[in-house]
């Protein structure tokens, strides 16, 4: 009997095991495959383009900031909340514009006594929060300019200041050069 | 050039393996050389760097050369690099198992060319590892990079992975994604050479193959996270610890006590080590009863025993073996903490709490046990249910029937109950988190990556209950 129940388990055993091969092999093959051939068809593509396959339209923000401002410029960004998830992120933002200093505003504003020269115009990139919250930030910023960034195009545009939030800036990506001594109201 | 470095890192590894445990093959001194060696040689950086040793491509040179130079002296005065090279021999392999190393090789070359042509790019690596390592590299100390760098995400985790990306930027190479691949690699090798020590070359074979296929293993040695090295030193740690018990052989104790404590260099937030200790104590007591009770039936005792002959011959004949034991499990114990310990006095030193000791865990465990909600606990079983075992439903079928088989033909379970102790670790800490934490259930990610050492875990497991072989020295 104890014989029966011995064998009766290891074949049940091999017999998962063999489930287990088939199905992770499969799963795994089917990446290499797909790996390999994402390879093959673009062996020379650059770093930039690699990275703008994981971190879209907010990685070429990142180098249009980059840009755009001096190394020990300190610029705010939105929170880190929906749908700035990835633009708020302070971590993730910083590794792509260091030695930039990052600080987060919030919503409707801008860190008291915060020492800042620029405010990053940011419409948001996660799909699933509610219409109003899109578009930062939603106060008006006396600006001594403010650069544009189309992220279809590339292109940047100029205007001077100040900021103020309406429909049309809702939708743009782009940099307040905060005019010293005049911050936000 | 780098590649050098690398090896020197090896060498250093392989070296120090030479000396805990000679009896290993050559090429699972390889592949511990690497993991080792990394693991140590980082930790030393870490050390030397709290002392004032700035980073630089000298500096971390100087240590790399002297920690060889040490090591390779000791063993030409020994003379045992000599009979080292000598010991390599050439693997025979029949057809299927040639079959079976190409596509093991197929899944090891996917991975090395996948971390060659892709930067770092995930999330966490970016946020965290990779540009702690960068900091690193440029400020050139741990207080330098500080400046640059919120505390708290820094001390979040050790720097094990950080200090070897730092390594390739002090050379100006720029991807270091390819120390994932030689983690896989190297634990591809090592666990290959284990089983076969336990079952036919063939199946161990197979049951690589199994290892090498595992979706979440693949998925973390093309990605700059600490869930594949944690994997690694965890499950070797075990394994080694396994072969321990199974051959008495000391040296394999003190393997596992590295592999463990590079585990918690790797990653400080999962106290699964706290199952080997558990499990390493329970086999010193069951080992000592055992003994007094081996003592009591003796047939060469006369009539009956007597409390005076009772002791005298069990100071002849265990004592001194179940004191060679004690000492030996203190010395698991005393590695363990060199690695784990420096970390936290750090994070001590930064001013924040530390809670990851023994006495704290079961504080807080016992805290969370004392008002349970039922309601929680159900949600959790179904959240563990859904994303830690059905992943690896065959694995976790396979370990509830190779315990009932193991018991069915009274084998040995230690490793069946080391890994009872990590999942019940896992569910403990996945309710002291679920009860304290609202949003637990959003984050399904993580408990995914903390809990994937079991799917090799299980693996392990499965080599120990079709093993065949008689391991020697018993």
Redesign the interface.
Known sequence: M?KI??YL??I??IF??V???I???F???R??FR??RF?VQNPSIS?DD??RI??WGVYDFTQFVKRNTPPDAKIVIPPQDRPWLTSG????M???L??RVLINGSLYGIPENADYDYIAIIPGEWEDAPAEKYGWPKITVHAEKIIYFNPQTKETSFTNGPFYPNQETKAKMGLIKVEKGKKSP | MIIIGLIAITAFGFLLVQLITPYLSQKEKIGNGFLIGIGIYTYLLFLFNLIGLKLTWFNVHLVLVAIVTVLGLFFYLKGTPRSTLKNFQKPKFSKTELFLISIISIIIFGSFISNIYWPIKDWDSLVLYDFRAKLLAETGSINGALKYMSPDSFIGYPLLTSLAHTYFYLWNVPNPLILYSLFFLSFLIICYTRFSKLITERMALIFTLLLAISPHLYDHAKMAYTNLPYTVYLVLGALYIYFWIRTEKNGFLILAAIMTGLSTWTRTTEPFWLGNIAIIGLYLFFFTVQNVIKFRIDPSQQKGVTLSNFIINLKSHSIKRISILCFIASLYIAIFYAFQLPWRIFIASQNYLISSNPVSYAVTAIQATQHINSNTLIQLTDYLFRFTILPAWPLFLTFILGFIYQIVSRKEIWFSLLVLVYFMILLIGAYIFASNYVGWQEIHGSLERMSMFFSPLLICLCVTLFANKELKNK
Request: proline fraction near 3%; avoid cysteine; aromatic fraction near 24%.
């Open positions: 104890k129940v011995k388990l290891l049940v055993i998962t095991l489930f287990y091969t199905h992770n092999g799963i795994v093959f990446q290499i790996d390999l390879i770093y690699k990275m994981y971190w992120n302070n971590g993730l910083s590794y792509f260091y030695p």
